[in-house]
Structures are given as structure tokens and as C-alpha cells.
């Protein structure tokens, strides 16, 4: 029996296409358009993931939460990768397509879920069809992400994970590194932990531990990383906040965006990234 079911509309999004999963106690729910995670409870009731209230999929637009798909590049596209100039998105193509449903499997301890999406206009690639496969692996304590394209090509992705935090304030995340690349000050930086949110927070960690620690709250959530080069940190604190559409005014103090991320692009190589997360109680 499939352990996948077809479901229309999230939250306030009632007329998008989804499919919830489940496994003993844990759930998610993924949304076809974008391959976008918006949901992942390892308890019922218990989210992990951070959702905009003002998020919407008319007009083409990225769903503000959860976990965006950034792939082919990341962030503006680079000249490399864009040798004719073409206008294009930013954070790549896939955020804003509809993806597939492929398979779901019932394994002894987890169950899984496939989606895929094929793209023909990849800039400096359109005589070919490229694939991009979501995999997501539901266990009864942890969720692993995984996104692959077997293609050996310059590319760049990203799991850009919106994580729900009680207080901004107090939210810590350990294991990022000490270097980094501050893109709000566009400049290198090495810096002792922890990352204190009291302003905009872009940087590229260029040294992240295979396992992050994400404490807010009475909750620390484990980020193990696979296949990466870097993570990315962000939030737009209160003024640019203001400035997005689909944020609340006050919406940057309730998530932290940690991003699994490969961003090099010194030789074609295929991809394979992963995060897993892990949501445990420390009191
Ligand atoms: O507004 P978006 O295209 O979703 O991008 C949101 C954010 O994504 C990443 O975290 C980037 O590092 C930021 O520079 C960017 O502002």
C-alpha cells in the first residue's frame, strides 16, 4: 500500500497540489509546484519548518518558507553559467514549476517519497533535457532530504530550509565555521560563533561541520549535511523584512534559513545533496 497520499492545498494555500506522507507519528507535506517541503512534523503538532502567512504560487511566484529548491544556481546566476545573457530567476528554475510525482515506498523503517522535474532550458545547455530528483526519506525521529541530478555540469543548489524559531533572540546555531562571506557587506570575514540576529544575516559558510546544532527554544534541531560545500545563514531582520511582499512586517523573528548549499564551481560534477533533520528536546 503506498504510504503517500494526493492532497489539495496547505494552510492558506488551498488550491495547491500536495502530497503528505507519513510515518508512524512523523509527517510532511510537499507541494508539486517548487518540490517545495512545507511541512515536516516528527510529532503531530510539533512543526519544524517555518511557513509565510502571506506566501502565494499565482503569478509564478517562489513560495516564501519551507524548503525552497535552488538549483541550477544559486542567488543571481554567475556569467559562467550564463554565457548568453539570459534574463533569468533568481535562486535558479525549479522553484516556480511543477514538479512530478514519481514513487512512494513503504521500507521497515522509514517511507519515502520521489518527486522529479526535467527542464530543456537550462542557459548554455538548451539542446538538453536535464532531470532533478527530490528524494525524501520520512523515519520515525528524523526526515532526510535529498536532491540529486546525475549530470556532470557546472551547478549550484541549495536546500534553503526555513527553520520556525520561538524567539529569534534566543536562537543559536552551532557548527557553521568561523569563515564566511558577509553578502550584505560583501566581504570575507573569520569569526568566532555564535551568530547573533540583530541585524540582516547573509554569509556563505565556507567551513561548515558535517552536523549542524540549531537551540531555540526548548528544542535543538541536528542538520547533518551531505555533499555540500558551504551553508548559508540567513534573515532579513526588520527593514528588508518590510520590503518583501510576501513577509509579514514582523515575519524575520520567527525563522532562521539554514541552507545546505554547493555552490563551487570549479569542475563539472554531478550533485548529490543532502540534509537530514532531527528535532530532539533538551528539557
Ligand atoms: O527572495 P529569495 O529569492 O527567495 O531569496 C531569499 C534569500 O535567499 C538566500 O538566503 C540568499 O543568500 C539571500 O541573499 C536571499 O535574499
Redesign the pocket.
Known amino acids: 500500500m503506498s504510504s503517500a497520499s494526493a492532497q489539495l492545498g496547505f494552510a492558506h494555500l488551498t488550491d495547491l497540489p500536495c502530497y503528505r506522507l507519513q510515518f508512524q507519528q512523523a509527517s510532511l507535506v510537499v507541494s508539486l509546484y517548487g518540490g517545495h517541503l512545507l511541512s515536516y512534523q516528527p510529532q503531530p503538532g510539533q512543526e519544524t519548518l517555518w511557513l509565510s502567512p502571506l506566501a502565494s504560487w499565482h503569478q509564478q511566484q517562489?513560495l516564501?518558507g519551507g524548503v525552497?529548491i535552488?538549483w541550477p544556481w544559486?542567488?543571481p546566476i554567475e556569467a559562467k553559467l550564463n554565457p548568453e545573457q539570459q534574463a533569468v530567476p533568481?535562486?535558479g528554475l525549479v522553484?516556480n514549476r511543477m514538479w512530478t510525482y514519481i514513487d512512494s515506498q513503504a521500507h521497515s523503517d522509514f517511507n519515502s517519497l520521489t518527486l522529479s522535474i526535467s527542464i530543456d532550458d537550462m542557459p548554455g545547455h538548451r539542446a538538453k533535457t536535464l532531470s532533478l530528483t527530490l528524494c525524501l526519506r520520512l523515519y520515525a525521529d528524523k526526515l532526510s532530504i535529498t536532491l540529486e541530478c546525475d549530470e556532470p555540469m557546472l551547478q549550484q543548489a541549495?536546500l534553503?530550509s526555513y527553520f520556525q524559531v520561538p524567539s529569534l533572540n534566543a536562537c543559536t546555531v552551532q557548527g557553521l565555521g568561523q569563515r564566511f562571506m558577509d553578502?550584505v557587506r560583501q566581504q570575507h570575514f573569520i569569526e568566532a560563533e555564535p551568530v547573533v540576529f540583530n541585524q540582516e544575516i547573509?554569509r556563505?559558510y565556507l567551513e561548515p561541520a558535517a552536523q549542524l546544532s540549531m537551540q531555540s527554544g526548548h528544542y535543538q534541531l541536528l542538520i547533518d549535511q551531505q555533499g555540500h560545500d558551504s551553508t548559508?545563514l540567513?534573515n532579513?531582520a526588520a527593514e528588508?523584512s518590510k520590503a518583501?511582499a510576501d513577509l509579514p512586517d514582523h515575519g524575520y523573528q520567527e525563522f532562521v534559513?539554514v541552507?545546505t548549499a554547493q555552490l563551487q564551481m570549479a569542475t563539472p560534477s554531478p550533485l548529490q545533496l543532502t540534509q537530514t533533520l532531527q528535532l530532539t528536546k533538551t528539557e
Do not use: Q, S, T, Y
Open positions: 517562489p516564501r525552497p535552488c544559486f542567488g533568481n535562486h522553484r541549495a534553503h553578502k547573509d556563505v548559508v540567513w532579513p528588508r518583501m534559513c541552507e
